[in-house]
Every structure is written in C-alpha cells, then in structure tokens.
C-alpha cells in the first residue's frame, strides 16, 4: 500500500511538473511580451473610484472559511470607497453571488480545471485579466506559492499588490525571496496559528490596519465562519452542481419555491443523514461499501433517512453505494440519492435540516458548520464595522426520531473521515471554540492512537503527512463509535 501510495504522489507531481512547464511557463511568456510591446496601457475600472480585485479561486471549503471576510473588507475604513472585484473559482460561482452580492462589486470566474490544463483557455484568460489596471492587489493565498498562481499576480497591473508569505521555518528562503519580487507588502502568518480560518482572519486584520499602532491593537470580531440563508427560499437561478469540480460537471436544475418544495421533488422526510461519499482526490474516499454499512446502522438504531449528496463526478461513486446499501432499505423509501440532481445553493438547505452530516475530507463539513454557526457568529471589525447580515431562519432539525434512540442534538452534528495528512491542522480538526458539540474527525488509526505526539509533529513541521495512511484502515466500527458518541451527547 505504501508503495502504491509512493507512486500515486510521484504521478501527481510529475502532472503538475509537466503543467507548468508546458502550459503556465509559456502563457506567462506570452503575457509578459504582449503586455511589453502594448506597453503601460491598463484601464482603471473607474476615473472617479479606486479599484481593488481580490484572488480567491480555490476550492469550495476553502470560500466557506473565506468569504465572511468580504463583508469585513467591504465595510473596512481603509477599503469602504474601492470598487472590489473577486477573481473565484466558478465552481461556487452560484454561492457567491446568492451570498456574498452585497459585498462584491464585480466578479470573474475561473473554470480551475481548464485553468490548470488547457492552454489556449489560460492564455484567453490571462489576456483578459490583465487588460485591466486596478489600484491594489490582494491575494491572501499567495503564501502557497505553486498552487496559488503567483504568476497571474505578477503579470497584473496594479500600483500595489499586497500577498501572504508562511513563517521563515516553513518555508524555502528562495520562494520569499521571489515573493517579494511580486508584491509591494508581504503579511505573515502568525505564529502558532494553523486553522485556515485564522489564518484568513489574521490576514485581513493586518491588512485593514495602516499603521504600526493599529496592527497591534487590530481585531475582527468574527469567530468562525457562519452562512445566514434568506428564508426558506431556494435560490431562484441555479445552475451549478455541488461538486468542486470543473463546469463540465454541472448540471441545471429547475429553481424551486422553497425547501419544502424541495424535499418534495427529492422524497426526502426527517429526521435525515446526509453523506458525501465523493471527494476531489481518491485517497480521501472512504470506500463506498463503508458508508453502506454505516447507513444500515443509522436506520436501524435512530431511523434516519439517507440523503447521498454530490456532483454528477460522484455518480460511479454513488452507484457503488448502491450496490452495497441493502436493497430491503432502499425499497422502502429510507434512501434518497440527490446526487447530480441539486444546486449547489439548494444543498445549502438540504444541510441545513440535516441531523447528522457524514462526509469525507470535502466542501461538506465546512458547509454544515457554517450553516450551524448561523446567528451564533457575528462579523463586525472592533469599533469600526457593525454587522449588517440578517438573522437566519432557526434551523429545522426534528427532535425525535421513529426508533427507540433519539437523536436530540440542536443542529447538524457533522463527522468527518479523514486520513489527518496534508490538510491536518488546517481544514481538519475544526477547533473547539467552532466545532463544540457538534463536530467530530474520525483519523487513520496511527493518528488516533498517537494524537498528542502527531498533533505535536505537524505543528513543529507546519503540515501533516503526505501519502502515509490508507483511508480504507479507518473502520466502520471506529465511524459508528463517533456517531453514538455525537448524537447521544
């Protein structure tokens, strides 16, 4: 397994390696001796307004512990008069404009995929991108260098470009050495602070203080992420499916009136499970026939329903589900797949009224405790913002349940199964002061028989392991232990 793991890891880079070599290096050259010969000719978005554009183009998980922060921007003192554009990842293109429309002024949208390996589509957009001159540059995502299209910041114009850079100890004094090259302000990350909410949230307190005084005594007011829905009213124009994927993965569905419209359409009834059996790279899928199983054991003993959620790139995901999931269950109606079949903004309410999310190392877990935080989390920058986000409709979790043990919890309680490696201490565990009682990480069984000694190496290194553990060893038991654990609390 080790082995395999090894090569896996060696295709993957060598895939990356052979993408920037033969598709970022010559749009970038391209680029670079267009814009010389064109000479300094950007356009300002506005005579009388400054400009501002912002990256953010990752994945789906990464917006949802991002985008609170667009309303602190927004609203800042420093940045209230700017026109903001955000340069995203059209695969939560549709979450952004039903949430975050308030707080952007115009937005432009990347297919990542294409992005990444088309060269002709990278070219037409990096044409496109840098035609135009904005007054400041921020790219938060900056400090992770290769993933993070440094490149595109460089070949933009703008008077000043502000990025992040990682503590010297977790980083080649080579990259910083190029950052510098790139951006007029570099803001580190501070010390001893891992979770990538924090670090999001550290970022933009500095970069909403213009003075020495004010970087020290600076502080947002903003705790975890959250997402307040409009009431039950289901977005009126849909059309991407929930799946971090590229646009050939979505798929339009009809808007719908509301969640109970919804529910309807999907033969969906309370109390629910909702799983994510999917998940952007296949070491982080926890075998289909495990999440079978543990279907079986959520109906038998707390009569929750299934609810299978993901894009229409989780579909052979799902047919292997189906194929392990009994069929006396599945006959009976306490089994929905919804997978391919919804918006993304409609899995927002589907989450929402959700018991119990189980879901890989994906999007799913950073949506559920978003929509859990609602109304509990409040944004405002100390002394300088006042929260202007809506109080959200209370969320709709039934108390009982058909079988002899309930589940009372208050709002979704959400189980991740995850292998604890790169993303460890970042995405995954969700903190105490976020996750509380209604979160929890299932990891390989090394990290949880030696949690404190590994939590204590990926803090010293800055990361977890890469392409050490094997997803399938984390056993159904260990699963079925941390859901009577969160549900009975």
């Given at each position: 397994?080790?082995?395999?793991?090894?090569?896996?890891?060696?295709?993957?880079?060598s895939?990356?390696?052979?993408?920037?070599?033969?598709?970022?290096?010559?749009?970038?050259i391209?680029?670079?001796?267009?814009?010389?010969?064109r000479?300094?000719?950007?356009v300002?978005?506005?005579?009388?307004?400054?400009?501002?554009?912002?990256f953010?183009?990752?994945?789906i998980g990464?917006?949802?512990?991002?985008?609170n922060?667009?309303?602190v921007?927004k609203?800042?003192p420093?940045?209230?008069?700017?026109?903001?554009?955000l340069?995203?990842?059209s695969?939560?293109?549709?979450?952004?404009e039903?949430?975050?429309?308030?707080?952007?002024?115009?937005?432009?949208w990347?297919?990542?995929?294409?992005?990444?390996?088309?060269?002709?589509y990278?070219?037409?957009?990096?044409?496109e991108i840098t035609?135009?001159?904005?007054?400041?540059l921020?790219h938060?995502?900056?400090?992770?260098?290769f993933?993070?299209?440094?490149?595109?910041?460089?070949?933009?114009?703008?008077?000043k470009?502000i990025?992040?850079?990682r503590l010297?100890?977790?980083?080649?004094?080579?990259?910083?050495?190029?950052?510098?090259?790139?951006?007029?302000?570099?803001?580190?990350?501070?010390?001893?602070?891992?979770?990538?909410?924090?670090?999001?949230k550290?970022?933009?307190?500095?970069?909403?203080?213009?003075?020495a005084?004010?970087k020290?005594s600076a502080?947002?007011?903003l705790?975890?992420?959250?997402?307040?829905?409009?009431?039950?009213?289901?977005?009126?124009?849909?059309?991407v499916?929930?799946?971090p994927?590229?646009?050939?993965?979505?798929a339009?569905?009809?808007a719908l009136?509301?969640?109970?419209?919804?529910?309807?359409?999907?033969?969906?009834?309370?109390?629910?499970?909702?799983?994510?059996?999917g998940?952007?790279?296949k070491h982080?899928?926890?075998p289909?026939?495990?999440?079978?199983?543990?279907?079986?054991?959520?109906?038998?003993?707390?009569?929750?329903?299934?609810?299978l959620c993901?894009?229409k790139?989780?579909?052979?995901?799902?047919?292997?589900f189906?194929?392990?999931?009994?069929s006396?269950?599945a006959?009976?109606?306490?089994?929905?797949?919804?997978v391919?079949k919804i918006?993304?903004?409609?899995?927002l309410?589907?989450?929402?009224?959700?018991?119990?999310?189980?879901?890989?190392?994906?999007?799913a877990?950073?949506?559920?405790?978003?929509?859990?935080?609602a109304?509990?989390?409040?944004?405002?920058?100390?002394?300088?913002?006042?929260?202007?986000?809506s109080?959200?409709d209370a969320p709709?979790?039934?108390?009982?349940?058909?079988?002899p043990?309930?589940?009372?919890?208050?709002?979704?309680a959400?189980?991740?199964?995850?292998?604890?490696?790169?993303?460890?201490?970042?995405?995954?565990p969700?903190?105490?002061?976020?996750?509380?009682?209604?979160y929890?990480?299932?990891?390989?069984?090394?990290?949880?028989q030696n949690?404190?000694?590994?939590?204590?190496?990926?803090?010293?290194?800055?990361?977890?392991?890469?392409?050490?553990?094997?997803?399938?060893?984390?056993?159904?038991?260990?699963?079925l232990?941390?859901?009577?654990?969160?549900?009975?609390?």
């Open positions: 397994m080790m082995l395999r793991q090894k090569i896996n890891k060696i295709k993957r880079r895939y990356k390696l052979y993408n920037k070599l033969f598709i970022y290096l010559p749009v970038d391209l680029i670079y001796f267009r814009n010389l010969l000479g300094v000719r950007g300002f978005r506005s005579e009388k307004s400054k400009s501002l554009i912002i953010r183009h990752d994945g990464d917006y949802v512990l991002f985008r922060f667009f309303e921007l609203k800042s420093r940045f209230a008069s700017y026109k903001i554009t340069l995203g990842n695969a939560w293109k549709d979450l952004a039903f949430l975050d429309k308030d707080y952007i002024d115009e937005f432009i990347l297919d990542k995929k294409s992005f990444t390996v088309d060269f002709f990278r070219y037409k957009k990096f044409k035609a135009v001159k904005y007054d400041i921020i938060p995502f900056s400090r992770e260098f993933n993070a299209d440094n490149d595109l910041a460089f070949l933009i114009k703008a008077d470009k990025g992040s850079i010297p100890r977790f980083t080649k004094p080579y990259k910083n050495k190029i950052l510098e090259k790139i951006y007029n302000e570099l803001i580190p990350d501070a010390e001893n602070v891992r979770f990538e909410f924090y670090k999001n550290n970022f933009f307190e500095k970069l909403l203080s213009e003075t005084v004010e020290i502080g947002i007011s705790n975890g992420p959250f997402i307040n829905l409009p009431a039950r009213q289901a977005a009126t124009t849909v059309s499916a929930p799946a994927v590229s646009a050939a993965d979505s339009p569905t009809p009136s509301d969640i109970a419209g919804l529910k309807s359409k999907l033969g969906i009834s309370s109390p629910y499970a909702a799983f994510f059996i998940a952007s790279v982080r899928k926890w289909p026939e495990y999440f079978a199983e543990t279907a079986r054991y959520l109906h038998t003993k707390y009569g929750f329903h299934i609810v993901g894009g790139s989780e579909l052979n995901d799902a047919a292997e189906k194929k392990h999931f009994p006396d269950l006959d009976n109606a306490s089994f929905n797949d919804a391919g918006s993304l903004i409609e899995l309410y589907i989450v929402k009224d959700a018991s119990l999310v189980i879901s890989n190392e994906t999007m877990p950073h949506i559920a405790m978003a929509l859990a935080n109304g509990i989390i409040n944004t405002s920058r100390t002394n300088q913002i006042s929260s202007a986000t109080a959200p709709n979790i039934p108390s009982g349940s058909p079988s043990t309930s589940a009372p919890t208050p709002k979704p959400v189980i991740v199964i995850s292998t604890g490696e790169a993303s460890y201490g970042h995405f995954v969700y903190p105490g002061q976020i996750g509380n009682n209604n929890a990480a299932v990891f390989h069984p090394y990290i949880e949690l404190k000694e590994y939590d204590y190496i990926t803090s010293t290194l800055g990361r977890g392991y890469d392409d050490r553990f094997d997803i399938s060893e984390i056993t159904v038991r260990a699963v232990d941390k859901i009577d654990e969160i549900l009975q609390k």
